[in-house]
């Protein structure tokens, strides 16, 4: 079943712990995205990766970290350092070449 | 970098009605613009895109026109269904090995029977 997938769907965490959002593909693509959604501000581009062990910092990149040591899996952490860090997270991915993303099923993360 | 705005916020139409959503970027190299549909607590799936090389693209109902000269670009549903209910981002970008896509805000489409 070939796919992007995130894990959990849903996540808690009490202020000040850092958490790591998974997200896989096996649809064979080079690029990956995190984008994080809050209401009424559209999806705005956490880190993005071209290539296996090499990422760039998106708009919104302060407060959170991310790895790219597989082509299937780009994690990201949500640190103690971001300041407002309940949200929807999307990850997406594209070949190389081509601009559709496909985005993955997202993962609420409620900080308490 | 580039900006993306998006009008309106929210869009009410009768089943049966066209609706319009318009949005108007910044960043004149962009030369990407799709348009993506979020069903509630769903995954943005891209509906329809077009690139700068065209003014106009059709698939069915939905249409999407840009003027390169203005920086803007539209989406255009006719007929509208109460399937079509939801939440519709466009997006920009320069197309390359990673397109970085700068999204609008949203319109919340409601069709009403």
């Known amino acids: 079943d070939g796919g992007i997938t995130q894990s959990p769907k849903y996540l808690f965490r009490k202020e000040g712990q850092n958490v790591t959002l998974s997200c896989e593909q096996n649809l064979n693509h080079d690029a990956m995205y995190w984008y994080r959604q809050d209401p009424g501000q559209g999806l705005r581009l956490i880190y993005y990766s071209q290539i296996v062990n090499d990422f760039q910092k998106g708009d919104i990149a302060e407060g959170y970290s991310v790895s790219r040591e597989k082509k299937e899996s780009f994690p990201l952490t949500v640190t103690s350092a971001q300041k407002n860090p309940t949200a929807f997270y999307l990850c997406?991915?594209?070949?190389?070449?081509?601009?559709?993303?496909?985005f993955g099923p997202g993962t609420r993360l409620t900080v308490l | 970098g580039e900006n993306v705005e998006q009008h309106p916020s929210t869009l009410s139409v009768q089943e049966g009605d066209s609706a319009v959503i318009k949005c108007t970027y910044s960043?004149?190299?962009?030369?990407?613009f799709p348009w993506y549909k979020q069903e509630l607590g769903k995954r943005p799936q891209l509906i329809i895109d077009i690139r700068s090389n065209v003014g106009e693209k059709k698939d069915q109902r939905i249409a999407v026109t840009l003027n390169k000269t203005a920086k803007h670009f539209s989406l255009h549903i006719t007929e509208t269904q109460p399937e079509d209910s939801a939440v519709y981002f466009c997006?920009?970008?320069?197309?390359?090995?990673?397109?970085?896509?700068?999204f609008g805000t949203g319109t919340r489409l409601q069709v009403t029977l």
């Open positions: 997406a991915s594209n070949p190389r070449g081509d601009n559709e993303q496909f």
């Open positions: 997006a920009a970008s320069l197309t390359g090995t990673a397109s970085k896509l700068t």
């Open positions: 960043d004149s190299a962009s030369n990407y």
